[in-house]
């Protein structure tokens, strides 16, 4: 997350990830159009505010919900746990697969325990850790992360996932979606009759009856928490909401937004472990409250709304930046739009002060949000916080308080002071709109300015950066006082 513009710069030159991402623009942005549809304009955003007002008033008292959910949770027999940060909660799961004596443990898709690197600790004690969502087994056989929250190998082609297939199964290097499909199926059913533990994400938790809910399309995840004697589940605390017919909102909203769907192939409900001995389903449910650093964001209003989240994955697949450069340049596990306001709040803004600028802040993800999370106002609030902290995107340093200022900042304060004295009275605003359109003769071609480099690039760097990329306007031929003078006298 530290080099996204380094990294943005590779993903730009990678033809097959284009390909990839052009394809993933076009075929999920028009089955959410069509899905949302279905509900009709009005009656979507009235769902939209009916969710944001459910989740306000859920995060305005997280406390009293989260201590409700735990209670009733409890009396039902599943067991809770809290972990403060990544490493607690790691930890906590692994102690509990240990203390089951599994060796190896299946886990659905939980972009949670990717934010913990639960894999890579599961791993480090011996455990053999097997993801079950396909998606997630292709990245996680590819040594891989995720790039996208609800498809996570979207960077790759068909053709790269039979090339990859063939390396590691040994399926035919032209093998089409059928084959892969049913060579991926022939491994997880044996990690599935294997495992020990079965480990989740969570979609929603409902305080009123501590039941939680699993969305998703393969029937993995119900496998994964019916077939194991232990399921375990990670949560952060934002995911709890207060009713059960809430639930009634998020299912028309989540799965419209994410995938396109009406609603998801699958909806698994879990309240407690099986009553019934002869019953299917495990013996063991535990559940892990994860704070790590959303505590933090509760103090604020404006960082409040980003544990509004449903995790639908939508903003990504409409943000220009997440198009072009695709998930893995954000070096984040949460990556688009969401992820540059969710990053720098969990990992602090020092390690992740380029993301509030991968965005051009053109507001597409608030216009599909369907919790109308104003994400271009937080990436506004955490660009102000990279300035107050004296941190330059790109100085790598950050301001020690009372020290003199990194030289951009120097630069940035004089040109804003000339600025100031410019624009302090008419006269001099009227001159320097007069020099401006002399010097930019040097650099205008046709109607636009284009690349500026050279010389003037130089002595002007954020020019040739500007301009590296797109055209700019020039001044017009008169400003507007000159040109309202010459019309009266006309
Ligand atoms: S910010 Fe909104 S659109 Fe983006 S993933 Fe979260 S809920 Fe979905």
């Known amino acids: 997350m530290e080099s996204f513009p380094a990294n943005a710069r590779d993903a730009l030159r990678d033809a097959e990830l284009g390909r990839a991402l052009d394809n993933m623009a076009e075929t999920i942005g028009q089955r959410r159009r069509t899905a949302v549809a279905t509900i009709g304009p009005e009656s979507w955003e009235a769902l939209r505010t009916h969710a944001r007002a459910i989740k306000d008033a859920t995060l305005a008292r997280l406390d009293v919900y989260l201590e409700e959910f735990v209670r009733n949770a409890e009396a039902r027999g599943t067991k809770v746990h809290w972990a403060r940060d990544a490493n607690e909660a790691c930890e906590l799961i692994a102690g509990l697969a240990e203390a089951h004596g599994a060796r190896t443990v299946v886990?659905?898709?939980?972009?949670?325990?990717?934010?913990?690197?639960?894999?890579?600790?599961?791993?480090?004690g011996g455990l053999r850790s097997v993801e079950t969502d396909l998606g997630e087994w292709i990245v996680q056989i590819a040594g891989e992360?995720?790039?996208?929250?609800?498809?996570?190998?979207?960077?790759?082609?068909?053709?790269?996932?039979?090339?990859?297939?063939h390396d590691k199964v040994g399926t035919a290097a032209d093998a089409d979606a059928e084959a892969l499909t049913a060579a991926a199926r022939e491994v997880l059913r044996d990690a599935?009759?294997?495992?020990?533990?079965?480990?989740?994400?969570?979609?929603?938790?409902?305080?009123?009856?501590?039941?939680?809910?699993?969305?998703?399309?393969?029937?993995?995840?119900?496998?994964?928490?019916?077939?194991?004697?232990?399921?375990?589940?990670?949560?952060?605390?934002?995911?709890?909401?207060?009713?059960?017919?809430?639930?009634?909102?998020?299912?028309?909203?989540?799965?419209?937004?994410?995938?396109?769907?009406?609603?998801?192939t699958y909806q698994t409900l879990i309240t407690?472990?099986?009553?019934?001995?002869?019953?299917?389903?495990?013996e063991e449910v535990h559940i892990?409250?994860?704070?790590?650093?959303?505590?933090?964001?509760?103090?604020?209003?404006?960082?409040?709304?980003?544990?509004?989240?449903?995790?639908?994955?939508?903003?990504?697949?409409?943000c220009p930046v997440y198009q072009s450069v695709g998930g893995h340049a954000y070096g984040s596990v949460y990556p688009g739009p969401i992820g540059a306001v969710i990053t720098p709040q969990l990992s602090g803004i020092g390690k992740a002060q380029h993301l509030p600028f991968a965005s051009s802040l053109c507001g597409a993800c608030r216009e599909v949000c369907p919790v109308r999370i104003d994400i271009p106002g937080l990436l506004l609030d955490l660009r102000s916080q990279v300035v107050e902290e004296g941190k330059e995107p790109g100085s790598g340093a950050v301001?020690?308080?009372?020290?003199?200022?990194?030289?951009?900042?120097?630069?940035?304060?004089?040109?804003?002071?000339?600025?100031?004295?410019?624009?302090g009275g008419p006269r001099r605003f009227a001159w320097a709109g007069?020099?401006?359109?002399?010097?930019q003769r040097l650099i205008a071609r046709g109607g636009r300015i284009g690349r500026v480099g050279g010389?003037?690039?130089?002595?002007?760097?954020?020019?040739?950066?500007?301009?590296?990329?797109?055209?700019?306007?020039p001044l017009a031929r008169r400003s507007f006082r000159e040109e309202f003078r010459r019309r009266q006298g006309r």
């Open 107 to 124: 886990k659905s898709k939980s972009m949670t325990s990717e934010e913990i690197r639960l894999g890579d600790r599961l791993e480090g």
């Open 145 to 165: 992360v995720p790039s996208h929250i609800i498809v996570p190998a979207i960077h790759k082609t068909k053709e790269g996932i039979a090339r990859l297939f």
């Open 192 to 264: 599935f009759a294997e495992a020990e533990v079965g480990i989740s994400g969570v979609n929603f938790a409902v305080a009123e009856t501590g039941t939680f809910l699993i969305l998703e399309n393969e029937g993995n995840a119900r496998l994964t928490t019916s077939l194991p004697k232990v399921h375990i589940a990670l949560m952060g605390i934002e995911k709890v909401i207060p009713r059960f017919e809430d639930l009634g909102v998020f299912l028309q909203l989540l799965p419209r937004s994410g995938t396109g769907q009406h609603l998801t």
């Open 272 to 282: 407690g472990p099986k009553s019934d001995p002869d019953a299917e389903g495990p």
């Open 288 to 318: 892990v409250l994860l704070d790590n650093g959303r505590s933090r964001f509760l103090s604020r209003e404006v960082t409040r709304q980003s544990l509004a989240c449903i995790r639908c994955g939508a903003c990504l697949n409409v």
């Open 399 to 423: 301001r020690v308080p009372g020290s003199t200022p990194p030289g951009p900042r120097r630069a940035e304060r004089v040109a804003f002071a000339f600025w100031a004295f410019v624009v």
């Open 434 to 439: 007069r020099l401006g359109r002399l010097g």
């Open 455 to 473: 010389l003037l690039g130089r002595l002007a760097p954020p020019l040739a950066a500007w301009t590296e990329a797109r055209d700019a306007r």
